[in-house]
């Protein structure tokens, strides 16, 4: 079974660019997270779905952050402008729903670094 | 912010060594989850404890869960070069959202 999909894996941009992040969850999973990975930190969730609604988004800056999972399938987090505190690893993971006793399964991450 | 503190940030440890690393909340839990992200790669799921006092083993790895549900410990007997990573403690409170501890990075002398 493939494990949840992330793309790209390093992402270098400048300041004030825009920038995307795709996830691919692993099939049959409901609940779709973006996390937020700072170094030396846990992740920290941004935005929770389950199936195609955003049921938890209170952590997403929405100022500059917006995401999307149209279908309830792959999902895309976007920063538009990207400043240099946005340099971090970005996460994405799924689980079978968002009951408290499930796993979550993670991708392998997106590390973005803004000059 | 986290919900639960992890100590000790770092743990150096000789191959061959055990070592506990504590995880603590203020609040009581209704369960724990602890993770393990190696160099480089992402978090991935060891165990989940769900019972006050619940003890689980996998190997090495012995987890508790603590008797008021605030607190958890993970202890590794006989350390290997192969534990080394950082390992987040996770709880849930309330909600759905699942709050990471800061972790414990293990580092292992050869």
């Known amino acids: 079974e493939a494990g949840v999909v992330q793309s790209p894996r390093y992402k270098i941009i400048e300041k004030k660019q825009p920038v995307a992040f795709w996830c691919n969850p692993i099939?049959?999973?409901?609940?779709l997270y973006w996390y937020l990975q700072n170094l030396g930190q846990g992740p920290e969730l941004l935005i929770r779905?389950?199936?195609?609604?955003?049921?938890?988004d209170s952590q997403l800056p929405k100022d500059r952050f917006s995401a999307e999972r149209l279908k309830g399938v792959d999902s895309t987090l976007k920063i538009q402008p990207a400043e240099l505190g946005d340099s971090a690893v970005y996460l994405c993971?799924?689980?079978?729903?968002?009951?408290?006793?499930?796993?979550?399964?993670f991708g392998p991450g997106t590390r973005l670094t803004v000059l | 912010g986290q919900q639960v503190m992890q100590i000790p940030q770092y743990q150096h440890v000789q191959e061959g060594e055990d070592f506990t690393t504590y995880c603590n909340s203020s609040t009581t839990l209704s369960n724990i989850q602890w993770y393990k992200q190696r160099p480089g790669g992402h978090p991935v799921f060891l165990i989940q404890l769900v019972k006050s006092g619940e003890v689980k083993k996998q190997k090495r790895l012995t987890f508790q869960f603590g008797e008021a549900k605030k607190n958890s410990s993970l202890h590794i007997t006989a350390t290997q070069t192969t534990d080394v990573g950082t390992y987040f403690c996770a709880a849930f409170a309330n909600d759905y959202k699942l709050s990471f501890g800061a972790g414990t990075t293990v580092t292992v002398r050869a």
């Open positions: 993971a799924s689980s079978l729903d968002s009951l408290p006793y499930n796993e979550q399964f």
């Open positions: 779905y389950e199936n195609e609604e955003a049921v938890d």
């Open positions: 099939s049959g999973h409901n609940t």
